[in-house]
């Protein structure tokens, strides 16, 4: 049994990336801070593993976001090259340029971190990009996304795998194959290695939601609610949401088999769509306001409102929401493209 300070073993390793052999090459994101460092060494001493065994390992490419938000971070660019290239591995170090936002700068730098490393990915011609994620960041980002009323979805936490937008056809996929170990193992194998990392002090500024978070774990932990725990309730969380996109997949194709052309309409009977179950109603709503409007994922909030004037409507109605029309009436609901909206002269109203 492994206790919480133990060392990854090559073991260890070869099951965690299990998988990967085959592809072509792999984008390894590494910040330099201790769980992107401990992911370059273990991905290191795996391909050298695999040619042990003379089988031929994927190409690896580091690849390091400077978001200049920090004076230091030129020079923990420079600290992963040299790491990267005593590991045999080839190095990039990618740019964040352009304007900051002055708020909600981590989300924005989270999604230039990701486009930029799609780029990288797209650009060697590989599919896959690793990421240092472990247990305690699945721990954090559930409580994160419980403490905004996140919804089942969000509830499920990060996924071992799953696609990024990227341009192009070529799919991107972001892989966490540290995500069931907790940070402490990473920084022991460091240690057992002797090999340094970077210290970002932005992961304990108390403005961030992050950080504060972090804080409250060790409190949560005497409570019994710990970061396994909190991983453990999104592992399960992630199982029903198996369970539910099933059963949405299947009122689809029942209640409007044929009517997801571009752009819509999309008709339910009215009575069919009443009878299903409210979570399974909301998401096909959900996605037919998504499918025919012009604003992208509808707010959950804004949705469960309308789903909950639509269940009680005893009368016919209108409303629109995220640029659908929604219409219930002569036993149907339609969800189609709202009608732009048309100024009036003379005053500064607008109609729907």
């Not at 730098?109 to 472990?134: D, P, S």
């Not at 699945?138 to 696609?163: C, D, I, K, N, Y």
Request: proline residues 6%; positive net charge; glycine residues 10%.
């Amino acid at each position: 049994m492994t206790t919480a300070d133990e060392a990854v073993r090559d073991d260890e390793a070869s099951a965690l990336l299990s998988g990967l052999e085959g592809l072509r090459g792999l984008v390894l994101a590494v910040s330099g801070g201790p769980d992107s460092t401990a992911l370059l060494l273990i991905a290191a001493r795996w391909v050298k593993g695999l040619k042990g065994r003379s089988q031929r390992p994927p190409k690896l490419l580091a690849v390091t976001v400077d978001h200049g938000l920090r004076p230091q971070s030129k020079r923990e660019a420079a600290a992963v090259k040299r790491l990267a290239r005593r590991f045999g591995i080839p190095h990039r170090t990618l740019r964040w340029r352009g304007k900051k936002p002055k708020s909600g700068l981590q989300e924005a730098a989270r999604i230039a971190r990701y486009r930029l490393l799609a780029g990288a990915a797209k650009r060697a011609g590989y599919e896959h990009i690793l990421t240092a994620h472990t247990l305690d960041d699945q721990a954090e980002t559930v409580l994160f996304r419980l403490a905004r009323g996140s919804g089942l979805s969000g509830l499920a936490g990060m996924a071992h795998a799953a696609p990024i937008p990227a341009d192009g056809e070529t799919a991107i996929f972001l892989v966490r194959p540290l995500l069931q170990l907790p940070k402490a193992r990473l920084t022991a194998t460091l240690a057992a290695a002797g090999v340094g990392y970077s210290d970002d002090p932005t992961n304990r500024d108390p403005r961030f939601a992050r950080t504060r978070l972090r804080a409250l774990m060790p409190h949560l932990a005497q409570e019994g609610l710990d970061a396994r725990s909190l991983a453990r309730l999104a592992g399960r969380v992630r199982r029903a949401e198996a369970t539910i996109e099933f059963a949405v997949a299947a009122a689809r194709a029942a209640l409007a088999p044929g009517h997801w052309r571009e752009g819509g309409p999309i008709v339910f009977e009215a009575v069919r769509f009443a009878d299903l179950p409210a979570e399974v109603a909301l998401r096909l709503l959900g996605r037919a306001v998504a499918h025919v409007g012009n604003e992208g994922p509808v707010e959950l909030g804004k949705l469960e409102l309308l789903y909950d004037i639509l269940r009680r409507a005893r009368s016919p109605l209108r409303r629109t929401l995220a640029g659908a029309l929604i219409t219930l009436g002569r036993g149907r609901l339609v969800i189609e493209r709202a009608p732009p909206r048309r100024h009036r002269a003379g005053n500064h109203r607008f109609t729907k």
